[in-house]
């Protein structure tokens, strides 16, 4: 299976919904919270689609990529979980220098937040990234989904209502 952004950010959040989707159950397209995100990216920066190329390359899909400066543009809704913005364009970065792509950086974007991020490859990343892809591949092919952790993100996560159903204590920390 490729390891795509999405599992990386995932594997990063909550290692239940990592497995839900790399396992097919997919429940993004249900929810508000990923559709404004997705409003939001296709809206506030409109000469993008002019200015930068989408980029598909071994499993991972750039909406933004600046090949000129070798920059990716990662839009997000907010900074919630930065950390797992941070490892998906570490990922992207990943991938561009595996296919011969010299010095690549990323810039996350929180327009909302009128926030910028700049994130620059390190030496360190190569091998923490590759840690990242084994720990993803493990989780794929676990027999059983991870349980439920209960974190305060849950509350407008896609997989919310599958998570907890049947759940009478919501109590997350």
Same mark, same amino acid.
């Given at each position: ?62 909406? !933004?990529?600046?090949? /000129?400066?070798?920059? @990716?543009? +990662?839009?997000?809704? &907010? %900074?919630?979980? #930065? ?26 974007? !929180?327009?909302?937040? /009128?926030?910028?991020? @700049?994130? +620059?490859?390190?030496? &360190? %990343?190569?091998? #923490? ?45």
């Amino acid at each position: 299976m490729n390891i795509t952004g999405t599992h990386i950010a995932y594997l990063h959040t909550c290692l239940r919904k990592l497995w839900l989707f790399a396992n097919g159950i997919q429940m993004e397209h249900t929810s508000q919270v990923v559709a404004e995100g997705k409003l939001i990216a296709e809206t506030t920066y409109l000469d993008r689609a002019r200015k930068y190329t989408e980029l598909e390359l071994d499993g991972i899909k750039i909406d !933004y990529y600046d090949a /000129k400066n070798k920059v @990716i543009h +990662e839009v997000k809704k &907010s %900074d919630k979980v #930065e950390h797992a913005h941070f490892a998906q364009v570490k990922y992207y970065l990943y991938i561009l220098i595996k296919n011969g792509i010299d010095n690549p950086s990323a810039i996350l974007e !929180y327009p909302k937040m /009128k926030q910028r991020q @700049i994130v +620059e490859w390190e030496e &360190s %990343d190569m091998a #923490e990234v590759e840690k990242w892809k084994n720990k993803c591949s493990a989780i794929f092919y676990q027999d059983e989904c991870p349980p439920l952790v209960k974190k305060s993100i849950c509350k407008k996560c896609s997989y919310h209502d599958f998570c907890y159903a049947g759940e009478n204590d919501i109590n997350e920390e």
